[in-house]
T-cell receptor
Framework: GENVEQHPSTLSVQEGDSAVIKCTYS??????FPWYKQELGKRPQLIID?????GEKKDQRIAVTLNKTAKHFSLHITETQPEDSAVYFC????????????FGTGTQLKVEL | GAVVSQHPSWVICKSGTSVKIECRSL??????MFWYRQFPKQSLMLMAT?????????EQGVEKDKFLINHASLTLSTLTVTSAHPEDSSFYIC??????????????FGPGTRLTVL
């Protein structure tokens, strides 16, 4: 089955700096890669996703890049703000295969003033 | 659109009792629903996948006789934790997916249920 690794486990940045979180996946058939933000005790919130037919996607301060050959995908947050502090999870799935998501281990992002 | 609710939001029960958690898709028909368990400071671990009208598919290591899943309609799935023990205390989250459309592959998550077994 799919295995998703995520790094780093914790990330501390100064407000206004950029943050990058990286994931690798094992199943080359995976074609859907969402990123979630989860605050303590809350549901995961989809912040951006990318499908295997594109290499990059951007939404305001958030961008995701995908390298299918290397089976890597990354989340980039620019101009970080204190409200960006949360746990971020990457995930991978094969659409049409029951959409089963495999999550990474999570990154605790702390944006310091 | 694509709202998923869960009930209850939290529950405390005694060891040995059973607890039922409901997951509903409020504004769409969900052909597939998923149940996850999340321990503190850990990731979401898929427990099972359920399709309306058929038996759930459990992930390796998840006891199907302990975690009973019923997906009786396209908008409702239930998870029953039978004979709960303190080690079952966790955050249980459901999600639902739509069969087609632009959001293919996307899962819509419920708010989660915090289960504490005394």
């Amino acid at each position: 089955g799919e295995n998703v690794e995520q790094h780093p486990s914790t990330l501390s940045v100064q407000e206004g700096d950029s943050a990058v979180i990286k994931c690798t996946y094992s199943d080359s058939a995976s074609n859907y890669f969402p990123w979630y933000k989860q605050e303590l005790g809350k549901r995961p919130q989809l912040i951006i996703d990318i499908r295997s037919n594109v290499g990059e996607k951007k939404d305001q301060r958030i961008a995701v890049t995908l390298n299918k050959t290397a089976k890597h995908f990354s989340l980039h947050i620019t101009e970080t703000q204190p409200e960006d502090s949360a746990v971020y999870f990457c995930a991978a799935s094969l659409t049409g295969g029951g959409n089963k998501l495999t999550f990474g281990t999570g990154t605790q992002l702390k944006v310091e003033l | 659109g694509a709202v998923v609710s869960q009930h209850p939001s939290w529950v405390i029960c005694k060891s040995g009792t059973s607890v039922k958690i409901e997951c509903r898709s409020l504004d769409f028909q969900a052909t597939t629903m998923f149940w996850y368990r999340q321990f503190p400071k850990q990731s979401l671990m898929l427990m099972a996948t359920s399709n309306e009208g058929s038996k759930a598919t459990y992930e390796q290591g998840v006891e199907k006789d302990k975690f009973l899943i019923n997906h009786a309609s396209l908008t409702l799935s239930t998870l029953t934790v039978t004979s709960a023990h303190p080690e079952d205390s966790s955050f249980y989250i459901c999600s639902a997916s739509r069969p087609s459309g632009a959001a293919l592959g996307e899962q819509f998550f419920g708010p989660g249920t915090r289960l504490t077994v005394l």
